[in-house]
Structure formats: C-alpha cells, structure tokens
C-alpha cells in the first residue's frame, strides 16, 4: 500500500540533504566496522555480541526470546537464526519457559558469560574512540538527543510499542 500522495514531494535543501548523507554513510558504515572490529578481537559477530550483552544485563541471564527480540529490535526469525548457531557454539542455552511451556527462555552459558567478559573491554573502547571521543561533551548530549528523537519517529512511523520490555518480562 503506497502512501504517496498528489503534493508535490517535500524535497531536501541542500543543508538537509547534506545531513541525510552524513547519516547514511554513518548507519551503512557503523554495523560493519562494529561487526570487524568484534570478529578479529573476540572472534564474536555484531549481533553475538547484543545477544550477550542484554542476556549479561539481566541478573539471572535468563531472557524470554520474544523478549529478547523485543530489546534487540529484531523480527524473531533473526534471533532464533542468531540462537541457533550460539548455541552450537556453546554461547547460550534454550530452554522451554517454566512461566509458560510456549515460551521459550534463552541462558547464558559460563561460556557466553567468558566470552561477553573477553570482549567487552575492547569492544567498549572502540565505541569510545569512534563514537565519544570525536565529540564534545555537548556534542555528545545533542548527537544523543537527536538519536532518540530519529529513532521515536521510526518507532512512531512504524508503528510500534514504545520501548522495551525488559528482563523482568515475563510476555512473548
């Protein structure tokens, strides 16, 4: 269904449009020099990583997926294709739910926690030097106020719920 409309189009001024770029190159560029740089110094991929990381933030390591999807911001086939293969590598362990035999929980393993611990330090440092330090402090606060406002506009064009659901959970 097409949304367009018989008005004439809004078009970008030369200064929106030079944002518009800057943004781009940014987004198309951030995921794989994020995915590089966790691949040669932890052997993880990008999307290993968030599984890891939000499994670490809760306090028992246990996650529902469908709530892990809802924090990650991903359509559940992707993270049951990303759970699959961390599971054979041993990363994390899925189990049916004790709240609810439909759901299911996702584990992290010793071995995930060790590998989520090996990789932080680095991985924190390069997001410091290429996110942080570039910036001023003030820089920093209005590149983080317009990242929320561009992300409730997705969310908000999108459709979706307004944020997530957290470890404590317990939904599908």
Do not use: N
């Not at 018989?6 to 794989?32: F, H, M, S, Y």
């Not at 995915?35 to 110094?41: M, P």
């Amino acid at each position: 269904m097409s949304t367009r409309t018989t008005a004439e189009p809004r078009w970008l001024d030369d200064r929106e449009k030079d944002v518009w770029l800057a943004l781009r190159r940014l987004v198309w560029g951030l995921t794989p020099a994020v995915d590089r740089q966790l691949t040669r110094d932890s052997q993880l991929s990008g999307p290993e990583y968030s599984v890891l990381a939000t499994l670490s933030e809760c306090p028992d390591g246990v996650l529902r997926s469908g709530t892990a999807a809802q924090e990650l911001g991903w359509e559940r086939s992707r993270l049951s294709h990303i759970l699959r293969r961390m599971e054979a590598k041993g990363l994390i362990r899925r189990s049916c739910s004790a709240d609810d035999a439909r759901g299911q929980d996702v584990t992290l393993t010793e071995a995930g926690r060790a590998a989520i611990v090996d990789a932080a330090p680095g991985h924190v440092d390069f997001v410091r030097r290429i996110v942080f330090d570039p910036l001023t402090p003030e820089q920093q606060a209005v590149f983080g106020q317009a990242c929320h406002r561009i992300a409730e506009a997705i969310a908000a064009a999108e459709g979706e719920a307004a944020g997530p659901a957290g470890c404590g959970d317990t939904g599908q």
